[in-house]
């Protein structure tokens, strides 16, 4: 075991690799294998009887099957959990697979059909919370409304801090404790364990759509969840039933991915609190929503609960939809597409896209774009909104 002691930047480097050098080996190894040679008919058996419920591989056993245990997911799966400061990870196809293999596992081992739900959410999770598809009743409410939403049925308090699109932050602590012995899950996609530890706050589990920053090259899509040994193992079993284990390439890049996490996280960051402060300074831009900001963090939480600001950033424009859909077809070096996150900025409308499934009145502004900032010079970047905003004032002149 790489030491507990290691700097964080130092475990996103070698967590999960402690025995690459036994191995023989210097880079991650990558297993494809859809399939496992069985020792024999009991003990290939057993094999399958524990990891089919959520167990560990046993010495001497075999992997059986890529849906119950793949080895490459696994390494990803123990450095992640290094890094969210948690017992074991979990990791799924995609976010959204791990969203409902926690849903799922949660309301079927405790035997509770409700969850609360703290808005904003990504329009995604919000969507699946209802459309009932799970058998799972959701009440959404403000963070302040948890406490009186929580029934004695409820399985699970869901929330995102900062939450996608409009970067609210949420007190995560607060959220714990007005939830009672309700187990709270935080979407921790946005902060990143660069940032932010939830299950330090006390939350119990932390979930990410890896295919964002963990990723962090547009090239991957996963979902992975944080949490204790025994709420872990509930998720395998979930996964093995359903199917939805992530692909080992996606594991392997992932874990590569990793290595780069807190250097990519900073360097995004510091990009995007220039490209911010540009923002507020320009009439085409109503409101600037940026954690770093005083009237964005109402309760202080930028410092105490996650440790930067992050790199997104939620633009309100002065005129509304029009100018939403100006600016995202006159950019250049952004690209106008959904997803965040990666080494390249993207841009794009929530109302319209990823928020496109919400509920009416819970959908944000049409005058909303969100930007996630890569890893251009900031100065790139905001040439580029100066003359994207230039050219739709000519494009709003001559409609
Ligand atoms: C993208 C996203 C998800 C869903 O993840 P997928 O990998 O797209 O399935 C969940 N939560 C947040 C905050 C996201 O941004």
């Not at 009932?132 to 399985?155: H, I, M, N, Q």
């Not at 547009?218 to 872990?232: F, H, K, L, S």
């Not at 193992?233 to 080992?248: D, V, Y």
Request: with cysteine; proline share 6%.
């Amino acid at each position: 075991m790489t030491p507990k002691s290691l700097h964080p930047d130092s475990l996103a480097v070698h967590a999960g690799r402690d025995d690459l050098a036994e191995l023989g080996v210097h880079a991650l190894p990558l297993d494809l294998s859809s399939t496992n040679p069985l020792p024999g008919i009991d003990v290939g058996g057993l094999s399958y009887e524990v990891l089919a419920t959520g167990g560990h591989p046993f010495e001497g056993g075999s992997h059986v099957y890529a849906r119950l245990w793949n080895p490459t997911v696994a390494r990803f799966e123990e450095a992640l959990a290094r890094l969210e400061h948690a017992e074991e990870a979990v990791a799924f196809s995609s976010g959204m697979a791990a969203v409902t293999a926690v849903l799922l596992a949660l309301s079927h081992e405790q035997g509770k059909r409700h969850v609360v739900a703290v808005r904003p959410l990504y329009g995604g999770t919000d969507h699946l919370l209802a459309s009932g598809l799970l058998g799972v009743e959701a009440t959404y409410c403000t963070p302040d409304a948890v406490a009186s939403a929580v029934r004695p049925d409820t399985a699970l308090v869901i929330l995102e801090s900062p939450a996608n699109p409009t970067l609210e932050l949420v007190d995560i602590r607060a959220v714990v404790a007005a939830a009672g012995d309700v187990p709270v899950l935080v979407d921790n996609t946005f902060a990143t364990p660069v940032l932010q530890h939830p299950l330090d706050l006390g939350a119990a589990i932390s979930l990410h759509s890896a295919t964002k920053y963990l990723g962090g090259h547009g090239d991957v899509v996963g979902g992975v969840v944080a949490c204790d040994a025994q709420t872990a193992a509930a998720l395998r079993r979930t996964r093995a039933i359903t199917g939805a284990i992530m692909h080992p390439l996606a594991a392997y890049l992932l874990h590569r991915g990793l290595t780069t996490l807190p250097v990519r996280l900073r360097a995004q960051q510091e990009g995007a609190r220039m490209v911010a402060r540009w923002l507020t300074t320009r009439p085409e831009v109503a409101r600037v929503h940026f954690p770093e900001f005083a009237e964005c963090d109402p309760n202080g939480l930028v410092g105490s609960q996650q440790s930067g600001p992050g790199a997104m950033i939620a633009v309100e424009l002065a005129d509304g939809f029009d100018a939403a859909s100006e600016l995202t077809a006159a950019v250049e070096l952004f690209t106008h597409a959904v997803s965040l996150g990666s080494v390249d900025s993207l841009i794009q409308h929530p109302a319209a896209l990823t928020h496109r499934p919400v509920q009416s009145e819970a959908k944000p502004s049409d005058a909303l774009v969100r930007l996630s900032i890569g890893l251009e010079s900031p100065d790139d970047l905001i040439a580029d909104l100066e003359q994207a905003f230039a050219r739709s004032r000519v494009l709003s002149h001559q409609a």
